[in-house]
């Protein structure tokens, strides 16, 4: 059963293990190709945030966002696959922070294309966060049912 669960959190990992991997390949000196898709992605969320909460999104170079994102997906799956709630942690984290940004089906019309598309990618990226949660809720809940010892009772003659 341990062999199964770790191949288990192995495949579910390989998502991130990948992207990161893709990431850190187009870098480059500019952030690559990530970077140029989420600039205009990350001024949209930012705008978005400061109108409907007041609150300035921080200015942040996107290469160090992009840089950011292939630490946390490579450390968080690695501690993952080996069973750490930290790992999971991290991925959850990331999950949090990346989809809203990069899913932003809430710019577009319902009746768009874009907006079906977006959508469903981002209803993908809450069951990857819900999985998540799931493998956090068990591990701590495991913790809690570890067996009690039982004290042998004293005989009495």
Partial sequence: MAFVSFL???????VFILSAYQEFNEFGADGGPAAKS???KF????????TQTGIQVPRV????????AIVMKSLGSLLFVFGSTFGA????????????ILYDFYNYDADKKEFTQ???KFTQSLALLGALLFF???KNSMAKRAPK????KAKTN
Avoid: T, W
């Avoid at 001024?43 to 400061?50: D, I, L, P, T």
């Avoid at 942690?89 to 809203?100: D, F, V």
């Fill in 8 to 14: 288990g959190r192995l495949l579910f990992v390989s």
């Fill in 38 to 40: 989420l600039k205009p």
């Fill in 43 to 50: 001024n949209s969320f930012s705008k978005h945030v400061a």
């Fill in 61 to 68: 170079e996107i290469k160090h966002l992009i840089m950011g």
């Fill in 89 to 100: 942690i991290i991925l959850l984290l990331h999950q949090a922070i990346s989809a809203p």
């Fill in 118 to 120: 977006l959508f469903v």
């Fill in 136 to 138: 956090i809720g068990m």
């Fill in 149 to 152: 010892k039982k004290v042998p």
